[in-house]
């Protein structure tokens, strides 16, 4: 599994997650777990659906890409 997932968009996802659960809190929704989604792939540094498409936001300097 190549790395696609460059450290910016790791931020950026991980902020979109942690959103997504809060809002899921706040208003009592089960539908706030979508944002493990983003927070997972960010962990892993890997997105499916970017690899589908042949995108990557990762640079071939970054630790871990082969």
Do not use: D, H, Q
């Amino acid at each position: 599994m190549t790395r696609n997932i460059g450290s910016t968009e790791k931020i950026v996802r991980v902020i979109l997650g942690i959103t997504i659960l809060a809002f899921g809190l706040l208003y009592n929704s089960w539908l706030g777990l979508i944002g493990l989604i983003p927070i997972i792939t960010a962990s892993i540094s890997y997105c499916p659906l970017w690899s589908l498409f042949g995108i990557s936001t990762s640079k071939k300097s970054e630790p871990g890409n082969y």
